[in-house]
T-cell receptor
């Protein structure tokens, strides 16, 4: 069984500030981990993914995430927030083959204040 | 590349009618597609896994007679909501895996269904 916990349903930061969105996972097999972003009334766009290669993963739009097995975490960070980063962010996990469906966290809404 | 489309993007129907939603992989072949539903301000919940040429696998609690899934080709999966009721109103999102590819799912833009 797999599960994902995203701490904080809402996160608000100032423009230019550090963004930190938290994700902890539970998986009985080596996980594949993903971060997706969703803008209102749109589908999901992949930000980055971890698939057992480098533990520090760099994604699009300046985001990165670090896989920490000992902490079962995969937190998403960005050094400097931009207004366009305001959206819903989902952490997700799948099984080692990656061919199983994704299990999503509950999501974190990021607000960026001017 | 790896674009997934959904049609329609939104639909409003009367209670009791059936609605078909299409999910197409535009520039790749997809042996596996997934259907998710998302209620307002909530996360995505997997409804079913659709494999080309075989019956869909439904998640626990999802009525297969109500949500009919057909994956007749490597580029098209359809979800039909039969005898829709207001509680079926939701955002339906499909995703697709590239045949022979690795682990990344590509998501469609979603279909908003409103049942009056």
């Amino acid at each position: 069984a797999q599960s994902v916990t995203q701490l904080g349903s809402h996160v608000s930061v100032s423009e230019g500030a550090l963004v930190l969105l938290r994700c902890n996972y539970s998986s009985s097999v080596p996980p594949y981990l993903f971060w997706y972003v969703q803008y209102p009334n749109q589908g999901l766009q992949l930000l980055l993914k971890y698939t057992s290669a480098a533990t520090l993963v760099k994604g699009i739009n300046g985001f990165e995430a670090e896989f920490k097995k000992s902490e079962t975490s995969f937190h998403l960070t960005k050094p400097s927030a931009h207004m366009s980063d305001a959206a819903e962010y989902f952490c997700a996990v799948s099984g080692y083959t990656g061919r199983r469906a994704l299990t999503f966290g509950s999501g974190t809404r990021l607000q960026v204040q001017p | 590349g790896a674009v997934v489309s959904q049609h329609p993007s939104w639909v409003i129907c009367k209670s009791g009618t059936s609605v078909k939603i299409e999910c197409r992989s535009l520039d790749f072949q997809a042996t596996t597609m997934f259907w998710y539903r998302q209620f307002p301000k909530q996360s995505l919940m997997l409804m079913a896994t659709s494999n080309e040429g075989s019956k869909a696998t439904y998640e626990q609690g999802v009525e297969k007679d109500k949500f009919l899934i057909n994956h007749a080709s490597l580029t098209l999966s359809t979800l039909t909501v039969t005898s829709a009721h207001p509680e079926d109103s939701s955002f339906y999102i499909c995703s697709a895996l590239i045949a022979g590819g690795l682990d990344e799912q590509f998501f469609g833009p979603g279909t908003r269904l409103t049942v009056l």
